[in-house]
């Protein structure tokens, strides 16, 4: 058994259930879309040092990866309580935000570099040295460059929001000069991004939910669901040949050859047309289409008679409101309803 991406983040999902259940308890649903944007302020918030000394696994720099994670899990559990997804994506960045934001962190990457290795050596030796490096060890620095730089970003930004509040005697940000406010938008823009980027997630997937709700309470009230469909089909099928004179062994392989054998959507396995031996499907009673490769393929024999009506499969998938399934329903209903006042 693989243990992948998809089950860590079940195992993530099922470790934060007692968030959501307590979530949907006392947290009133008006403050729940502001827990990503206070999750997402947790590293910045954070002295640069973590606690301070003697605050065990959240002073240093894991602690404060963790922390932010933990914070950044907790916020998307709590602000969909009635869901079951959880973004492993935003929690890794919410642990690279925590490790950013640590003070110091972009001179310790710097450090990591060949140059910030050579230490205090004379330039000649340090810029010939330089000179010397292969392609991956100048891909290596490169990168831990860009990641220094962004750790000073992260940092410069804790310490800008840190000093909000403070006052402009104390060393701290005046918001009400243009400067102050300038500097405070520009900080509280990337723990912003992350909030937004959070709750449009939580956001989205709720509405999916919602929608796959409806979806299957308006088929439960049509009476039908994937399965009654998948028989219906199986019933129209097997009515069609067996007018049309095929036995019980050719109508057992045709559910095989679409998938219709032991239920599920009908389709052709392997493509092409149809092959019922020279023979047609015979719809002058009418009825619904299942078969077939795709959609005006025109693959699928059938006979027709005088004064009947094809309807394409846009207009039976209108008809279903963007479903062919419960638009060949109300066709079939629709159909009923005419036949019995001609």
């Not at 999902?13 to 947790?42: D, G, N, W, Y």
């Not at 509280?188 to 939910?209: E, F, I, K, N, W």
């Not at 396995?269 to 005006?296: C, H, N, S, T």
Request: hydrophobic share 40%; glycine share 16%; net charge negative.
């Amino acid at each position: 058994m693989g243990f992948g991406i998809s089950s860590v983040g079940d195992f993530v999902s099922q470790a934060f259930e007692p968030v959501r259940k307590i979530s949907q308890k006392i947290i009133p649903k008006e403050i729940r879309p502001a827990l990503p944007f206070l999750a997402a302020a947790t590293p910045f918030m954070l002295p640069g040092q973590g606690f301070g000394p003697g605050a065990g696994i959240f002073s240093g720099t894991r602690g404060r990866a963790l922390l932010s994670t933990l914070a950044n899990l907790g916020a998307q559990a709590a602000a969909d309580p009635e869901g079951e997804d959880i973004s492993l994506l935003s929690a890794g960045l919410a642990g690279l935000q925590g490790l950013g934001t640590t003070q110091g962190f972009g001179d310790t990457l710097r450090d990591m570099t060949t140059k910030g290795q050579l230490g205090i050596m004379p330039d000649g030796l340090i810029q010939e040295a330089l000179g010397n490096r292969g392609f991956f060890t100048k891909a290596a620095d490169l990168g831990l460059t860009g990641l220094a730089k962004g750790a000073d970003l992260l940092s410069g930004t804790r310490e800008t929001l840190g000093s909000i509040g403070k006052g402009a005697e104390a060393g701290g940000i005046d918001l009400f000069s243009k400067e102050g406010a300038k500097a405070a938008g520009k900080a509280l823009a990337l723990p912003t991004a992350q909030g937004v980027g959070d709750l449009g997630y939580t956001t989205a997937t709720a509405a999916l939910r919602d929608f796959q709700k409806a979806e299957a309470e308006e088929l439960a009230a049509a009476g039908a669901d994937e399965a009654a469909i998948a028989n219906a089909r199986r019933a129209a099928i097997r009515e069609a040949m067996e007018v049309s004179g095929f036995g019980e062994e050719d109508i057992l392989d045709t559910f095989d050859e679409i998938g219709l054998k032991d239920g599920g959507i009908a389709s052709l396995k392997d493509g092409g047309m149809l092959d019922f031996d020279g023979r047609e499907m015979d719809l002058r009673g009418g009825g619904f289409v299942p078969i077939g490769k795709k959609e005006k393929a025109d693959d699928v024999p059938a006979r027709l008679s005088k004064n009947e009506f094809v309807m394409t499969a846009n207009a039976v998938r209108a008809a279903g409101g963007g479903s062919v399934n419960k638009g060949a329903q109300r066709m079939y209903n629709l159909m009923n309803q005419l036949e019995a006042r001609a």
